[in-house]
């Protein structure tokens, strides 16, 4: 069975930083794109960063040059490196991965259970 692990939220100044992780356990043939999300009381959730398995990366607006996602293949993992924490930004951050199962063609989505971040004004 695929599993997503997230770790490394926590309570943040405003200002500072904090480093998400994402571990995918069990058996697959292939992750392709990973992303994060978030979702804050009250607020719908929404998409926060992209990146595919060849590296490439989109990140939402609203934390472009504050936040990076990036992943290690070989270690099956996705990271969230995000700076210059505002109170805004607090919420469940969740990550995602579509990966494909062996023997099969067809690509899945799978989802974290959530880490909480909370950042203090």
């Known amino acids: 069975q695929v599993q997503l692990v997230e770790s490394g939220g926590g309570l943040v100044q405003a200002g500072g930083s904090l480093r998400l992780s994402c571990t995918t356990s069990g058996t697959f043939f292939s992750i392709g794109d990973m992303k994060w999300y978030r979702e804050a009381p009250g607020k719908q959730r929404e998409l926060v960063a992209t990146?595919?398995?060849?590296?490439?990366?989109n990140h939402a607006r609203s934390v472009k040059g504050r936040f990076t996602i990036s992943r290690d293949n070989a270690k099956n993992m996705v990271y969230l490196q995000m700076n210059s924490l505002k109170p805004e930004d607090t919420a469940v951050y969740y990550c995602?991965?579509?990966?494909?199962?062996?023997?099969?063609?067809?690509?899945?989505?799978?989802w974290g259970q959530g880490t909480q971040v909370t950042v203090s004004s």
């Open positions: 990146i595919d398995r060849g590296g490439a990366t």
């Open positions: 995602y991965a579509n990966i494909r199962l062996s023997g099969v063609t067809t690509a899945y989505a799978y």
